[in-house]
């Protein structure tokens, strides 16, 4: 089987175009390709390759450097070329090297060459990494607000979803069969646009690979699981993205309260680059603790050894060990930094209680236990001591966390709680100030994701295997993640029902039509790909689905429009709200 690897594929290509490019050189990326770079490999790596200066394309800061080679690594845009051409026109280096991250147009090669009168473009080719790589299954276009195509900017978003697909389908060298949500309109568009721009290539062989099987990609809306993106899930990668950011493998942390002058000016977390990270972002928050501690130990052991400097080879032994000891005490630094943030926000916000009823909504079909809970946690009406009875101090949650408990309560029961969602609703445009959008997210949220708008093959809820639910049995321990399955981890995303019914060979060709050639065959690769934005839960199942383990053995890649939040994804509704839902 060949590699799903988005990472170890996005760096053989940027490493081949330094590679064929000998002696020093300087590598030169537009603003979208600094950052698609950035993610998969490290200046220090190369370094090793002989780029001894970086350059950004439109920086007016770049000198004449004549005696270096340049490798540029550009997206195919008319601005880039445009730019391109009069650089070309007067050049700062003795010979370019063009690596476009997807089809060029003939009329931008048109263009570059009468632009090259120096005759110093050396080389031109298409390496396919239009995209951005987030963990080594799962990828991102970076492209926000991707819920509807009411919005003016639609035809350019759907051109550039379809260019990022074709993409990442071409760097994994896949031709796939394509299936899309029938339900949406979104998913049909992406699938079919994907799809002429494969039959218009086919003259080119771009897509013909000697694999034994085509894989499956199937295209979905965000619509058909809303549920995911409004819990908060407790895997350390997800809370972070949570509760501080994470955008192209870079955080934010000059707004955490305490926290040292050297991580406020923006800090990176990779896999890449923090083993610590590499080793726990898909470990439960639970587990964060005793790993950071054991960490921040180890950090103690090596600071201590240097006091034992005695004779000149300890001397040489410690400066040999001196960068490592320092890359250590920062990364101790920055994790225990985000470990405090995401518990202090849970403690503010009240994100055990919180949680626990947003897993119970997401778990199980219960409408009396939940209006009694929802009511409990949204006014404080009958929380009592579970020991004593005594009534408990009331603390509103905050008005964000407070509107999801209600689109969740709304998803669940739309068609049979209609006067308790009036009664949450009112709750919340009394007790918190609501702006327009807010007041309208209930009503959205049903026309969005409700039932109708959903696949009828794929059960969310699993209402119709109420009675196994009602006798699951979870462990709830004092944290998340204190057992193998508690009461923060009770919620499926809907792929990981769709994994399961593709693995059966199952998957409804009345809901998920293919788009063009018709493959009868069980996959044993699926590319699930999320127009509204996939999250980091979906990429931890997606994770835990590739290990050795899995028995059926089917490789998984998750890609999606953008890598949404709750924060983020509730934002969007509001957004959408604003267009007109």
């Not at 101790?332 to 470990?339: G, N, R, T, Y």
């Not at 966390?401 to 709680?417: G, N």
């Not at 590739?546 to 509704?573: A, D, H, M, V, W």
Request: aromatic share 8%; glycine share 4%; proline share 5%.
């Amino acid at each position: 089987m060949a590699s799903m690897n988005v990472i170890q594929a996005m760096r053989q290509y940027i490493i081949k175009a330094t590679q064929q490019v000998s002696g020093m050189k300087v590598l030169i990326l537009d603003p979208d390709t600094m950052s698609i770079v950035s993610t998969v490999i490290t200046q220090t790596e190369l370094l090793q390759e002989e780029v001894y200066l970086f350059e950004k394309l439109y920086s007016d800061k770049r000198d004449i450097v004549a005696h270096l080679k340049a490798v540029l690594i550009l997206r195919p845009t008319d601005e880039v070329i445009s730019f391109l051409c009069k650089e070309i026109d007067l050049p700062k280096h003795c010979e370019y090297y063009l690596y476009f991250t997807n089809m060029v147009p003939m009329e931008a090669l048109k263009k570059l060459a009468n632009a090259d009168r120096h005759g110093v473009i050396k080389e031109i080719q298409e390496f396919y990494i239009d995209y951005y790589a987030v963990n080594n299954d799962t990828w991102t276009l970076n492209i926000p607000n991707c819920l509807s195509a009411k919005a003016d900017s639609w035809p350019s978003t759907l051109n550039r979803i379809v260019e990022g697909l074709a993409a990442q389908c071409l760097s994994l060298k896949m031709h796939p069969y394509v299936r899309y949500q029938k339900s949406s309109p979104l998913a049909q568009q992406v699938a079919q646009g994907l799809r002429n721009r494969i039959n218009s290539q086919k003259e080119t062989g771009i897509w013909v690979f000697n694999r034994p099987q085509p894989p499956l990609l199937v295209i979905l809306d965000r619509n058909d699981d809303a549920v995911t993106p409004l819990l908060t899930a407790w895997t350390y990668q997800a809370l972070v993205h949570h509760f501080v950011g994470i955008e192209n493998n870079r955080i934010n942390m000059a707004n955490i309260p305490g926290v040292h002058e050297d991580l406020k000016i923006g800090v990176t977390l990779s896999p890449l680059q923090d083993s610590f990270y590499k080793d726990h972002m898909y470990s439960d928050f639970g587990v964060i603790g005793d790993a950071i501690q054991a960490l921040s130990q180890q950090l103690q052991r090596q600071t201590n050894s240097k006091d034992k400097i005695q004779n000149i080879e300890d001397v040489k032994k410690f400066l040999t060990e001196f960068p490592e000891l320092k890359k250590l005490s920062g990364s101790v630094s920055k994790h225990v930094a985000l470990i405090g943030e995401i518990q202090r926000q849970t403690k503010m916000r009240q994100m055990f209680d919180c949680s626990e009823l947003e897993q119970e909504l997401s778990a199980e079909h219960d409408l009396e236990a939940h209006v009694a809970k929802m009511k409990g946690i949204l006014t404080g009406e009958g929380r009592q001591d579970e020991i004593t009875g005594q009534p408990l101090p009331f603390k509103p949650l905050l008005k964000e966390d407070a509107i999801r408990l209600v689109l969740l309560f709304t998803l669940r029961y739309e068609s049979e709680a209609a006067g308790e969602i009036q009664q949450f609703t009112q709750i919340l445009q009394q007790r918190y100030e609501l702006t327009t959008a807010q007041q309208g997210l209930v009503q959205l949220i049903k026309a969005y994701a409700g039932v109708q708008a959903r696949s009828p093959s794929v059960d969310l809820f699993d209402t119709n295997n109420t009675l196994k639910n009602l006798t699951n049995t979870f462990t709830k321990g004092l944290v998340p993640g204190s057992a193998p399955q508690n009461a923060f981890q009770r919620h499926k995303p809907l792929i990981e029902k769709l994994a399961q019914i593709i693995s059966d060979n199952a998957l409804s060709d009345v809901d998920f039509p293919f788009a063009g050639p018709v493959g009868n065959q069980r996959p044993v690769e699926v590319l699930f790909f999320i127009v509204g934005g996939a999250t980091y839960e979906e990429a931890a199942l997606v994770h835990k689905l590739n290990q050795p383990s899995n028995p059926t053995k089917t490789q998984y890649l998750l890609g999606g429009t953008s890598i949404t939040s709750p924060y983020t994804f509730l934002r969007e509704l509001e957004q959408l709200f604003l267009q007109g839902g």
